[in-house]
């Protein structure tokens, strides 16, 4: 065996060199994968891959206590955590009072290098904070009422920015963490089995998503990225719902009434979006390669919950995450040298 100068054998040098530097790397705290970030930020990220990748979601409806069992399922499945979180700020009184688990859990995903999104299921302003999914976030409620909700000053209206109140100090430290938000409210609004939707026109759902976008800004929620949304309703007729561009950052749809989105719901959402990433905010079944190949301007796609591993097989699972377009944790790269705004 040749020796260098110092005596030692190459091999022994060397071999030590490697135990040191495992060493030290056992030693060194992890980096975080995403440092503080910007609405900005992941915007042109967005943007920058539509055509290209689409990130991988994966949503974690309740129990608030469990936020991160259904990513979870994806890790064992597949060996990889999904590129974006998705998570709820709940309805049930158990939840809500549990809404801190959900925020945790939303900046441990962050730090670990997964996009952030949250969806609300809302209770009416006629009911109190907490409710059922049924004959709360499930119900309806009248024209009258809906009017007023949406009428400034009224008592249904200071109701619904008292029940905003409530999760502003949560979204407030996602903003203070440094972790941007695509956030969802007030989805599906195009369907009537929830209490907001199914009010087309200027003075329905749009304009209560309006309100609710112009009172979280005005709490200085600057890290919010606002998520548009319906469901692939075959009635059509998706742009009465629209509340404009100024209010919109994403647009996206969500799909049940079928597998995957038809030609025409793709071409409807681009023709909506004017622009602007789009994306598939809900799915049951995961895309599949024809889709992937086709469709390629979708942003991201998020699984619901349950529907992972009861509406797919593990290969349909695994088929989709190794896709060469699907961008999971880790793959997910944002634009640096930005400031926090």
Not at 222 to 233: A, F, G, K, P, T
Request: proline share 6%; charged share 15%; aromatic share 10%.
């Amino acid at each position: 065996m040749r020796r260098n100068p110092h005596g030692k054998p190459h091999g022994i040098r060397i071999a030590a060199l490697v135990a040191a530097a495992l060493l030290s790397l056992c030693l060194t705290p992890e980096a975080q994968a995403f440092p503080s970030g910007s609405k900005q930020q992941v915007l042109d990220y967005l943007r920058s891959i539509t055509g290209s990748g689409v990130v991988s979601g994966q949503h974690n409806k309740e129990p608030a206590s469990s936020p991160g069992q259904y990513t979870q399922q994806v890790k064992d499945v597949t060996g990889q955590y999904p590129g974006l979180w998705g998570g709820d700020l709940m309805f049930r009184a158990q939840d809500v009072a549990n809404r801190q688990r959900v925020i945790d859990q939303a900046k441990t995903e962050w730090a670990n290098g997964s996009l952030v999104t949250l969806t609300w299921h809302v209770c009416p302003p006629t009911t109190g904070s907490s409710c059922e999914f049924e004959g709360g976030v499930k119900s309806s409620i009248s024209d009258a009422q809906f009017s007023q909700v949406v009428t400034d000053g009224t008592a249904l209206n200071n109701a619904w920015k008292r029940r905003l109140d409530e999760v502003v100090p949560y979204l407030q430290q996602l903003k203070s963490a440094g972790v941007p938000v695509l956030f969802r409210p007030l989805h599906e609004m195009n369907e009537q089995w929830n209490w907001w939707g199914h009010r087309p026109g200027a003075n329905g759902s749009a304009r209560l998503y309006r309100i609710t976008h112009d009172y979280l800004v005005s709490k200085g929620l600057s890290n919010l990225i606002w998520v548009w949304n319906v469901q692939d309703n075959p009635a059509g007729g998706w742009a009465d719902y629209y509340p404009g561009s100024g209010y919109v950052d994403v647009a996206s749809l969500d799909v049940w009434y079928k597998n995957h989105p038809s030609a025409s719901d793709y071409q409807q959402l681009q023709n909506i979006a004017v622009g602007k990433p789009i994306a598939l905010a809900e799915m049951g079944k995961v895309p599949d390669a024809t889709l992937l190949n086709s469709q390629t301007r979708w942003s991201y796609f998020m699984i619901w919950s349950e529907q992972l591993k009861g509406n797919n097989t593990n290969a349909e699972i695994q088929a989709a995450y190794f896709h060469p377009r699907v961008l999971n944790q880790g793959e997910v790269k944002l634009p640096s040298g930005m400031s926090r705004r």
